[in-house]
């Protein structure tokens, strides 16, 4: 299942997520940091979207409320409840 998320907050602008069932196949930011959000998306490949949920969500970024790894947890949320 491929989603589409438009981020809130961050320097990143949108998140491209494809899903096996709850599995991750890819991750793809588009804007941010360049090496971190390659990084996020190298490490959560091949993890359950509820793991990845339970270790990004809240993270947050300098004096920002929320980071990319947080709206990726936000994301991935809502492309759980969309595949239900």
């Known amino acids: ?5 438009q981020t ?5 602008r ?10 991750i196949r890819s991750v ?7 090496g971190n959000t390659k990084g996020i998306s190298a490490l959560v490949a091949g993890m359950k979207a ?3 949920i339970r270790r ?4 947050t970024c ?9 709206q990726l947890s936000h994301a991935l949320r809502e492309a759980l409840a969309a595949n239900r």
């Open 62 to 70: 300098g004096f920002k409320p929320t980071s990319c790894p947080d």
């Open 14 to 23: 949108q998140i491209l997520i494809d899903l096996d069932g709850d599995v």
């Open 56 to 59: 990004c969500e809240g993270i």
């Open 8 to 12: 809130k907050g961050t320097c990143s």
């Open 28 to 34: 793809r930011f588009v804007g941010g940091c360049n």
């Open 50 to 52: 509820e793991d990845v």
């Open 1 to 5: 299942m491929q989603y589409t998320y």
